[in-house]
Structures are given as C-alpha cells and as structure tokens.
C-alpha cells in the first residue's frame, strides 16, 4: 500500500467544499449551458444524456439519491434514474448477477470471504464487469441510535451501554448503567424493546463495526450484515424506524434521516471524550479519521469508529455507488448518462444540499478523489 493512499483527509463539511462541480453533461430545460467548476468549460442542453440507469441497494442513502435523482431529472428531462432501495446485500447480488447498471451499497465490496463463504464479493464484481468494479463513496450518513422513551428528550450512551441494549444485557431504560451517564435525567422503569435490520444491511454491518471496534468486550461477535445481536427484525431504514416510532421503549439504530422523519429521539455518544449530538460537523470530524484502503481510483475507506476526537460523533457509514470501471460492450450506451449522473450526485451544491435532509456532505478532499474517478470511467 503506498503511504499516500494511507493519510488522512483533511476538512469537512459544506464550508470546506471547494468549487461548485456542476454537471459536465446537463442543461437545463430552457437550454441554458451549465459550467463544471473543474474546467469552466460548458455544455449545451442538447447535449445532455438520454437513456435509462438502474441501480439498487442501500435503503440508508434513499433519502439522498431520490433528491439526486430529481435534481438531475429536472436538468435532463430526457433522463431515467431508477433505484430500488432493497438493502445494499441485495444491491450487491443484483450487480454481480448484471441486473442493475450500479449499486449502492453502505460498505465496499470485500476482498475476503465472509464467514461460511467462498465466493469473493471484489472478485466476482470484477469478473461480472469484465474490468475492475469501483467503490466510489457518494454519501454519508451518520448512523443515530434512535429511541421512542417518553419523557426522555435527552439521552447519553456511551460504547459499552450501547452494546449492552442491542445484546440484550440491559433491559429496562432504568438500568444503573443507563442512570449512571445520565444524571439528572428522570429514566423510566420501561422494558428495552431492540428492533434491528432484518435484512442484510451494510447500516448493520457499519454499526456493528461500530460496537466491535469501541466495545469489543460487550460485543464479541465479528461484524457483518447480518444481525447477530437480539431484538425483533423490521425490514429496511423504513422498517426499523416505523417500529421504533410505533413502540414506547424502543430503540434501533437507523440513517439519521430516518430518524429525523420519524422525529425520533437520538442518543449522544460519549466515546471517551465527552457526550457528542449528531451534526453534520461533529460527522465531518469523524470522517476526517478515513484512510483509503483501495487503489488507485477505488476509493475504499476505512473508518475510524473508536476515535476519541473531541467532538466527533463515531458512528457513521458511506454509501458506495459501486460500477464497472468499463462498460460492458452491450452497455457502452449507457456510459455517458452513468457519468454525468454519478458527476451530479459528487457535486459541491448537491453534498451541501443533502445535509438539509440527515446526511454529511463528502469532505473535500474524497469529493474531488470521486469526480476524477468518475471521470476516468469508460
């Protein structure tokens, strides 16, 4: 691995943003020209792709890629997006058997079996493309612990308590452990009711990243996209966060927006430096500690998720929007409208427009690492 590829990212949030990244290949209706900010040279609205693109996967960036996919549907009128928000496991599937042009997915193809397996997700990908699959990173969404207590408008948890609710140990809200970080807040003798993603979920396999890596001791089993804790299974964001908001004393954890739609409550995480709310910033502060693991324009992260940054909230995922770095002979039409949607969706004016709505924008220095990778896509 070349040391380069290992620092770390520099600056978040929208403040840091440089540039406005505009689409390279889209007007607007009334044939205006747009200006890509990395080359100031514009395009006319007769140029703008046509076609259809199907992606599936991720139901934690739902949210977001709807917003991108209307904003980039107002621009390009001759344009389809469609994306069926099954969860990243079965977005995976669908793009290694070559029925979706692109999926999302809230970890990177793996470059190992998972456990009881032998198929390798990075290599069949490959294979299914006829040239390297990417893991482009296109949103962040941090991951809340969401909680429907009445009465409790503010709630502390740190590591060890966190994994304690999502196994099963504490049960009741009042617990000692619950009460002991959080002094002066009146806890109800209310039953801990735990709903999880049923589904394979990359929210799964980044939370339980989460819990293994800043609470090994209360969470000994190896991270996954299958839950291994306990609870009841809902299916999908949507599924977990209904049922958190239907339920008094329950409690999951979700994509922030699905949190925020539900008006659910969201736990502070203390990781060792002090309780920290869910921001955009204290996000960005987190994803400052990624390193790139992939090469070249493979932009794999790893996460950081037992930092203790003050201010940083640790808990978080990136949707990948995973393609073939060459398009397949039978899909080489499709390669202007996959770069000109993908250039939409890594914008500045759209990362920055996606935190209104429960996502971080990229940092700057992964924005700009994402639009030269998808400009070399072909």
């Excluded at 609710?165 to 002094?183: H, L, R």
């Excluded at 659910?264 to 921001?279: C, R, Y």
């Excluded at 990624?290 to 324009?297: H, I, K, R, V």
């Amino acid at each position: 691995m070349k040391n380069q590829s290992r620092r770390r990212f520099a600056s978040v949030t929208g403040v840091a943003l440089v540039g406005t990244l505009a689409l390279t290949a889209c007007g607007s209706d009334n044939n205006a020209t747009v200006t890509p900010g990395a080359s100031g040279t514009t395009t006319a609205a007769s140029d703008c792709p046509t076609g259809t693109l199907n992606g599936e996967g991720s139901s934690a960036q739902k949210n977001a890629i709807e917003q991108a996919i209307s904003d980039f549907q107002a621009a390009c009128s001759g344009a389809t997006v469609n994306y069926n928000p099954t969860g990243s496991g079965a977005g995976i599937k669908q793009f290694i058997a070559g029925q979706v042009d692109f999926a999302g997915s809230d970890s990177a193809l793996k470059d190992k079996p998972a456990a009881g397996a032998t198929n390798i997700e990075q290599a069949d990908a490959d294979k299914a493309c006829g040239s390297p699959a990417w893991n482009l990173p296109m949103v962040t969404g941090p991951i809340a612990v969401a909680y429907n207590v009445k009465g409790v408008d503010k709630l502390i948890l740190t590591p060890a308590v966190t994994a304690r609710i999502f196994n099963g140990v504490i049960k009741t809200w009042n617990d000692p452990a619950i009460a002991a970080i959080n002094p002066g807040v009146k806890l109800p003798a209310q039953a801990i009711k735990v709903f999880f993603r049923s589904d394979e979920s990359g929210t799964t396999d980044n939370f339980t990243k989460y819990l293994k890596a800043a609470a090994a001791s209360d969470w000994p089993t190896e991270p996954g996209k299958k839950w291994t804790g306990k609870g009841e299974g809902k299916e999908k964001s949507a599924g977990v966060a209904n049922a958190v908001k239907a339920t008094d004393g329950g409690v999951t954890y979700a994509e922030w927006s699905y949190a925020k739609d539900n008006k659910l409550g969201i736990a502070q995480i203390d990781n060792g430096s002090g309780p920290v709310e869910l921001t955009g910033e204290s996000v960005g502060k987190a994803v400052t500690a990624a390193t790139q693991t992939g090469q070249g324009n493979d932009l794999k992260l790893k996460l950081d998720y037992a930092t203790k940054e003050a201010g940083a909230y640790p808990i978080l995922l990136v949707t990948y929007e995973i393609v073939c770095s060459k398009s397949k002979s039978k899909d080489s039409a499709k390669a202007p409208l996959t770069t000109a949607f993908l250039k939409s969706f890594a914008a500045a004016d759209m990362q920055t427009k996606l935190q209104t709505i429960g996502y971080a924008p990229l940092p700057a220095e992964i924005q700009a690492k994402v639009t030269t990778a998808i400009d070399a896509l072909s």
